[in-house]
């Protein structure tokens, strides 16, 4: 037993000995963590915009607001990108991890806002699409080979804007989720990386 607990108070002060950096070396984990955050989020914003864009192409409406958004967005993350590889201290690197935040919370926001409006505009329009494409899909699966659905020809009763707007609030709700999953979680991570640098500078101060 007695070299079992020798065992064990070698172990924790080879452990402790390993967790020991330095202040550069934080510094620059910290770093490349974050700009490894930032390469992740360009991916993931160039994703969203190329599945809005097939949406825009199916619906025939092309989204010049969201496309300018994500430029916008685009050229303010590589700005802050660049200021991050670019930083020499670790201040300069909490401030641009703060804006990074607030960029990423400022676009999710805005394109869930965008998202919603659009859909109460064109909700009208929108259940008349959901019916003749359902009635179409009806037509082909039963062999008929008759010409797509106009739109503009349906009449929604209540039950029809009903349905729809139920499969409306769960496509916000998947929306929200996967939202939650990709910018929220590099929120949580950029978040992480924020309490680290600040918890350095109050021990190193």
Not at 95 to 107: A, D, E, H
Request: charged letters at 20%; proline letters at 1%.
């Amino acid at each position: 037993m007695e070299e079992l607990e020798l065992l064990k108070k070698d172990w924790n002060r080879e452990s402790d000995d390993f967790k020991e950096y330095s202040e550069n070396e934080i510094y620059n984990m910290i770093k490349h963590k974050s700009v490894s955050i930032t390469k992740t989020l360009l991916i993931i914003g160039l994703i969203e915009v190329i599945l809005w864009t097939l949406y825009g192409y199916l619906d025939q409406q092309f989204p010049y607001i969201r496309i300018a958004m994500f430029l916008v967005f685009t050229g303010s993350i590589i700005f802050l990108f660049n200021r991050m590889k670019t930083g020499q201290n670790s201040i300069v690197l909490m401030k641009n991890i703060l804006n990074m935040r607030k960029l990423i919370l400022g676009y999710a926001g805005i394109s869930l806002v965008l998202a919603i409006i659009d859909s109460i505009i064109h909700f009208d329009h929108n259940t008349r699409d959901f019916m003749a494409g359902a009635r179409d899909g009806w037509n082909e699966g039963h062999g008929s080979n008759t010409l797509s659905t106009n739109p503009e020809v349906m009449l929604p009763s209540f039950i029809n804007y009903f349905v729809f707007g139920i499969c409306l609030l769960i496509g916000f709700y998947l929306l929200y989720v996967i939202y939650k999953k990709t910018y929220g979680k590099i929120l949580q991570d950029l978040r992480k990386n924020y309490k680290e640098l600040s918890r350095h500078e109050e021990t190193a101060a």
